[in-house]
């Protein structure tokens, strides 16, 4: 099930809101009929840039938010204080940004294979997308993203 379901032109905030531990529907070549529908199945909230299809979610009883131009930042604040989104990445909560599929933590055994030689040497931490097999490790992205997030809760 998920928690959110984000239309084609949010793909940087399914990104976020998966990061953050949300379980988030997205997908680019979905039509907003079927954005719709898989919405009001899972209960979820459609967060949509579109107006004819947040008044067409709403008509249908499903929970939406209208974002207009709103950019990322304020996208992300919004949402965190209108649905309890902590603005902190928790490795143990996070899920997969390409497919949505559980984190887990995973020895440098397991992904010897998968991560350049640098990488296995450079970090101790790695997660492993139960999902679609991606590796993640606590690079400067990481680093990058805690101080954006730092930034928003900060310019509340």
């Known amino acids: 099930m998920y928690e959110f379901v984000v239309d084609a032109m949010l793909g940087d905030l399914a990104k976020w809101l998966r990061i953050l531990g949300r379980s988030t529907f997205y997908k680019a070549t979905v039509e907003d ?14 967060v949509t840039r579109d107006r004819a299809l947040y008044e067409r979610a709403r008509r249908m009883g499903v929970e939406a938010v209208y974002l207009g131009r709103v ?9 965190s204080k ?10 143990s909560d996070s899920r997969c940004p390409l497919c ?7 020895s440098r055994v397991e992904v010897k294979d ?14 492993v997308c139960e999902t679609c097999g ?11 993203m805690r101080a954006f997030l730092r930034e928003l809760r900060n310019s509340s």
């Open 71 to 79: 950019r990322l930042a304020e996208a992300l604040k919004l949402l």
């Open 134 to 144: 991606h590796v993640y490790w606590p690079g400067r992205h990481l680093r990058n």
């Open 100 to 106: 949505n599929g559980k984190l887990r933590f995973a």
């Open 82 to 91: 209108r649905y309890a989104i902590r603005l902190e990445v928790d490795l």
């Open 33 to 46: 009929e079927d954005v719709v529908k898989i919405a009001a199945s899972c209960r979820a909230v459609l």
């Open 114 to 127: 998968r991560v350049p030689q640098r990488v296995l040497y450079s970090y101790t931490t790695f997660l």
